[in-house]
């Protein structure tokens, strides 16, 4: 009788273990396993430079979505700006490219707008800046002088 008592006991402990690592998993990797709240707004650059899905969006600094699908349409990069529902974004809303500290992954930032008309879900932002290449830019300081 007892022995029974110990074995339900050390399977119980392995199933609760096993649901948390599967918490854990899910929490850690951003992973959505029933959907997503956040809505989509479409961005087009000419060139994105090593942004990479799931790259986190940001508005004076605060995170406020991620990256979704990235691909190329028209010979420019669409990309799918997956925004937080508690975040609002104007009409003339401004997306650039940056690149955190000097050698650091790449995000999107957003400038506010001024506007009274907001971007509804599936909308498109329509005024973009491209990513600066640092490489790029040493070249033509390099190359260039007269």
Do not use: W
Not at 7 to 13: A, K, R, S, W
Not at 48 to 62: D, F, P
Not at 122 to 141: D, F, H, N, Q
Request: glycine fraction near 12%; proline fraction near 1%.
């Amino acid at each position: 009788m007892q022995k029974i008592t110990i074995e339900t006991g050390v399977g119980l402990f392995l199933v609760v273990g096993l649901l948390c690592l599967g918490y854990l998993s899910v929490k850690l990797g951003n992973i959505s396993l029933f959907g997503t709240e956040q809505y989509t707004v479409t961005a087009r650059f000419a060139n994105i430079s090593g942004l990479k899905e799931g790259a986190t969006i940001e508005i004076a600094g605060v995170s406020i979505g991620k990256v979704g699908k990235i691909h190329l349409e028209d010979y420019e990069a669409q990309v799918n700006l997956l925004i937080n529902p508690d975040v609002k974004l104007q009409e003339d809303a401004i997306a650039s490219i940056r690149t955190q500290g000097i050698i650091g992954d790449k995000y999107v930032k957003i400038k506010t707008g001024g506007a009274d008309e907001f971007i509804e879900d599936g909308g498109e932002l329509m005024e973009t800046e491209s990513a600066i290449e640092l490489e790029e830019l040493v070249s033509k300081y390099i190359f260039d002088k007269e």
